[in-house]
Nanobody, 121 residues
């Protein structure tokens, strides 16, 4: 059983910072890409940032220069440092990973349960 568990969400004023963490656990053989998505109320889920095992990253234009994604491959962790937060960043943030389990031997895509980020103006 694989689990992705996010933490670090909360309420912050505009201009503030938050750091989200996501821990992948279970019988994991290897992890390729890890990513953060977000879904605001009434909107579709969207990609925020993505990082592959080699370290290459990409970001949505709306967060470039403000958010930084990083990962700890040894600990199966991915982080999202969010600076200069804006009210429009308010959403539920989800961790996502492409990984292979020891049992299946094939790649699958997994989601965390989400963590709420609220930015007040």
């Amino acid at each position: 059983q694989v689990q992705l568990v996010e933490s670090g969400g909360g309420l912050v004023q505009a201009g503030g910072s938050l750091r989200l963490s996501c821990a992948a656990s279970g019988s994991i053989s290897s992890i390729d890409a890890m990513a953060w998505y977000r879904q605001a109320l009434g909107k579709q889920r969207e990609l925020v940032a993505r990082i592959v095992s080699g370290g290459w990253t990409n970001y949505d234009d709306s967060v470039k220069g403000r958010f930084t994604i990083s990962r700890d491959n040894a600990e199966n962790m991915v982080y999202l440092q969010m600076n200069s937060l804006k009210p429009e960043d308010t959403a539920v943030y989800y961790c996502n990973a492409d990984l292979r389990t020891m049992e299946a031997g094939s790649w699958g895509n997994y989601w965390g349960q989400g963590t709420q980020v609220t930015v007040s103006s």
